[in-house]
């Protein structure tokens, strides 16, 4: 039992001479040179049933020195608040909550002198109120069968807040298992919810072995036990989601760099073509990539883009998948045609028919300046010659959803200066706030404006076109860019 312990504050006081009383040859009394001084402490909470009460600083009613007041043992109310009174430190801890709520039924029961106590919090997917903690209660009683929400009107009633008495669990209709009850020698319970801040995670019940009517006192105390239980139990649930969040945060983060890892860290030198490349997904995972493939001896270089459907998880694993496929199939088949009808008819046996991918395969000759190419649904790259703006259209379906679906190639001969921009949908879909796309007509202009720029930088000037445009309005989609330069 903890005690209160307070002190007085202590003023020192000037000796001042007394006055010498006429015709007396006594000397002068003289006052205390100082007051009796002790160090003032905090003070913890009183507790009820103490053995001696002391004066504090805010209660001068009594003498200094009065004596202690006579012994007593603590009433039954009493130990029942000290109990729910030391819950907060209890649940302050940093120990498992299961064991938590063990000792706070039993910390309950002892208290309230009761013959056994019960915790049971609700589970939500299932509606069954779940038997987390018990004092003095057999296995078999609780093995009896489950308790389901819906058809136990005492939880109910206690879920929706209200206080459940029950004078004789043997015989009162709303207890589903009274002769499970009986047999445990189970008589009169308390059933109360656990509520905090409007948020109500389970019951507790209390049960006595003979016939009981339990006081205000006592209904109040078991309220306030599980309203301190419910919010140890919400604080516990919400530092496991944070953990939860951070776990998967974490993941998150590695599979990113995974996936970057991915993509080309450096442009590949080429006879012919300067390269400049700008890949910046709207999530930690994204569903858009390019790459370059070394196809051999020869110096020909295979170059694809593609952008898969849906973002995160999902289009990362479609977006592995799809890369895969191509490096498979790519340097050992000069047949680009039957290089996408393989990749084609791979992401068809895994994928559903929501699932797809557009994607632009080329390769860039190393013989002369020139690009086959197959366009599978994807975004036209643009092909600028002089002042004139070409789209490389020519393919077919995309990639994902027709097994036996057939494509077209063609094949540009480039000359130098050329200057070929390969992109996403997330640069001609980037909004602005007036919901405003950036559109073809404005990368365009971007295109022309920036021509004369070495390929990385007119990449990089392309992506803030589209970010000036967009402001500080939140994009959705990734934007990939590749600029391809022809010397």
Known sequence: MLYQLSYTRTTLIKPQPAPRVKGSDQPPTRPCEHARMTPLLPRKPKRLGCNTVTNTPEDDSGPMDAAPAAKRKPSKGEEALNAVLDLNEWFAGTRNLDEILQDTAERIAKAMKVKACGIRLLNEETGEMVIRAVYNLSDAYLNKGPVVLGENPIDTAAMAGETVFIENAATDPRVRYGRQAEEEG????????????????????????????????????????????AAGIIEARLVEQHRETERYTRQMHYAGEIQRRMIPSSAPDHKFVDFGCVYDPSLELGGDFYDFIDLGGDGNIGFSIADVVGKGIPAALMMASVRSALRAHAPSRADIRRIISRVNQHMCRDTLPSEFVT?????????????????????????????????????GLVIGVVPDAEHSEDTVDLQPDDVIVFYTDGVVDALNYEDEAFGRQRLRESISKYRDCPAPELAEQIKWDTRRFAGLAQQNDDITIVVAKVR
Do not use: K, W
């Open 186 to 229: 189970l008589v009169s319970g308390l059933c109360v919810p656990m509520t905090y801040r409007g948020q109500t995670v389970g019951v507790i019940r209390v049960y006595s072995g003979r016939r009981h009517r339990f006081s205000r006192e006592e209904e109040a105390l078991l309220r306030s036990a599980g309203s301190q239980s």
């Open 359 to 395: 994607l632009f395969y080329g390769v860039f000759h190393a013989d002369r300046r020139r690009l086959t190419y197959i366009n599978a649904g994807h975004d036209p790259p643009l092909l600028l010659r002089g002042d004139t703006l070409r789209e490389l259209d020519t393919g």
